[in-house]
């Protein structure tokens, strides 16, 4: 890019995000870094987020809470509901946190208004994305499309773009792109069930899947994991 465009990023803390804002860096785009505290059953994430946004010198990093833990319904914010461990069957999980992505970009857009810029980065992908409907590409063009008819800037002419750069790849594609772009995989975090030092399980299928990834492009996974029997 010739000109530095302005966008906004979400972050989780997660590997998927953290890849996704050192490809929107590398395009040339001033990042703005947003993250979510949504009534996780854990902090560290954010902990994760505020560093990945330091260490990759994010322009800005927001920390915006929200509740969704209040409608309950996920293994995520409901610690009454386990987090499956192991091979997860088909169909939507109990880990899905209802209408979370329509909440973060519906806020993240309201963000990019703030500062005109036109572009959100986000980092669902459809490859290992666990069966989660707001992560599929449908999902995101009509949110793109949404976004051009819900706000002054779209109304105006701007072109409102949601990106979505790791679509179509998978965990080990990503990490191998992370990695060739000074991603410190190190500072973050993916797993549902973190313990209160950040330590991962190991167990659940966002440990397996980038478990997994570190495998397939045979660099050390640089996961803490909780002692198990």
Known sequence: MTNQATAVVLLSGGLDSATT?????????????????????????????????????????????????????????????????????????????????????????AFAETLGANDIFIGVNSQDYSGYPDCRPDFIQAFERLARLATRAGVEGAAMRIHAPLQYQSKAEIIRLGSSLGVDYGLTRSCYQLD?????????????????????VGIPDPTPYQDRP
């Not at 505020?50 to 927001?62: D, G, I, M, N």
């Open 196 to 216: 209160e030092r950040g330590r991962a399980c190991g167990l659940c299928d966002s440990c397996r899947l980038r478990a997994a990834g570190f495998a397939a």
């Open 21 to 109: 804002l050192a490809l929107a860096q590398r395009d040339g785009f001033v990042c703005h870094a947003i993250a979510f505290d949504y009534g996780q059953r854990h902090r560290f994430e954010l902990e994760a987020a505020a560093r990945v946004a330091q260490q990759q010198q994010a322009a800005s990093f927001r920390l915006m809470a929200i509740n969704l833990a209040a409608f309950g319904h996920s293994a995520l914010t409901d610690t009454a509901i386990a987090v499956p461990e192991g091979e997860s069957g088909a169909g939507i999980p109990v880990t899905y946190v209802p209408a979370r992505n329509t909440v973060f970009l519906s806020l993240a857009l």
